[in-house]
């Protein structure tokens, strides 16, 4: 059974701070994982999907990394933002049917 | 062009009456997918439709959810006798197949009394 896990749970940085957000899946056998962003009252938005085949992928300020053999993906911020505050979620699609899996999410929070 | 919308955005019901829960996906998008979060949790899979195939229904918790679909169009999430802890947030999402990016909705808040 796959589960994901992010760490930290919760995490607070100044403005201008590059960050790392941590997710683990203990199934390697995945197709794809995607990384989104969640406001409080709003549903999620997507930031990054990797495919199972890629290493990694970037947008903008975002950079997530993908690592299938140790079950890990990171999601890395330069130069954080008040405007980056939000829960940040990973979540994980299986080979074996079209169930995805999420994290609990990290709750970020960046001062201005 | 719109995005996938739900209805209503919010829902109070008593214990042990029926609820029903609609998404309209992106116009396009083969795939639907359901989740549930609860407070402070996570999403929660429950069921995925792709086209015409047969749904994956195993993230149902019990039978009293149940959800339709009616070729790429509208869907609904019906939940019977609904208990307490059926309370929180249902998304839908969509994509352009099964394999593509989600497009959340803004969710459903279902509060039972």
Known sequence: KQEVTQIPA???????ENLVLNCSFTDSAIYNLQW????PGKGLTSLLLIQSS??????GRLNASLDKSSGRSTLYIAASQPGDS???????????GFKTIFGAGTRLFVKA | GAGVSQSPSNKVTEKGK???LRCDPISGHTAL????QRLGQGLEFLIYFQGNSAPDKSGLPSDRFSAERTGESVSTLTIQRTQQEDSAVYLCASSLENADTQYFGPGTRLTVL
């Open chain 1, 10 to 16: 919760a995490l607070s940085v100044p403005e201008g």
């Open chain 1, 36 to 39: 989104f962003r969640q406001d």
């Open chain 1, 54 to 59: 890629q290493r990694e992928q970037t947008s």
């Open chain 1, 86 to 96: 939000a829960t940040y979620l990973c979540a994980v699609r299986g080979t074996g």
């Open chain 2, 18 to 20: 029926d609820v029903e």
């Open chain 2, 33 to 36: 997918y359901w989740y549930r």
